[in-house]
């Protein structure tokens, strides 16, 4: 068995799991072209992390060297991310706080039911720092690779904004008693968030 087809075979277990439990404990029953959307982005998605090193890829003209970069000490960095299953209804978000030496401390994905890109990647950064002060955490700094929520978070939106309570909840969670910076950076340094978004 080659080694995608071992890991389509994983992936394929990963998602009927999911799927399994979803029904059994939310009810809620997945249709067989959203489980397929699935398995084929985190086949993609796996492939592309574990491509050999010396694999023929195509270099781009204007290479972006990216990698994650660590917070101060006493610091925690959130990752966040949204992800739609290609022509699927399905659509998710997740995340991963890591501490200043870049240690894994907790991981999260969820599903919306809003097929809209800004809208997961929104929920994504509200999950996050809900669960970053439900942590204790008080130093964050948060990364998103949407530049439009992370602009839509500073600058603040009307209360006619199609996603305005997601935003306004963020804000309020913004203005408690802690240090949070909002981020954006490239795709390239949001890979862990990105594989999580797609679970």
């Known amino acids: 068995m ?24 939310k009810n809620h029953r997945e ?4 489980s397929m959307g699935k398995i084929y982005s985190l086949l993609k998605s796996c492939e592309a992390a574990f491509m050999p090193p ?13 990698s994650w970069s660590p917070p101060m000490e006493g610091t925690v960095c959130l990752n966040v991310d949204g992800s739609l299953f290609g022509a699927t209804s399905a659509a998710g978000y997740g995340g991963l706080i890591r501490d200043h030496n870049g240690v894994f401390i907790s991981g999260f994905y969820g599903a919306a039911n809003v097929q809209s890109i800004l809208f997961v990647e929104l929920m994504a950064v509200l999950h996050g720092l809900h669960i970053c ?31 305005a309570n997601e935003i306004f909840s963020i804000r309020q969670l913004l203005a408690r008693d802690w240090e949070v910076e909002i981020n954006h950076t490239l795709r390239e340094g949001n890979a862990c968030a990105d594989a999580l978004a797609k679970m």
């Open 54 to 66: 010396h694999s023929e890829v195509v270099t781009p003209v204007n290479p972006r060297l990216v």
């Open 31 to 34: 249709n067989t072209h959203t």
């Open 2 to 25: 080659g080694k995608t087809h071992g890991s389509l075979f994983f992936i394929a277990l990963w998602v009927i799991w999911c799927g399994r439990n979803e029904f059994v404990f």
């Open 133 to 163: 002060w439900e942590s204790g955490f008080r130093r964050v700094t948060c990364y998103s690779d949407s530049l439009q929520s992370v602009n839509l978070i500073r600058d603040g939106v009307s209360a006619h904004h199609r996603f």
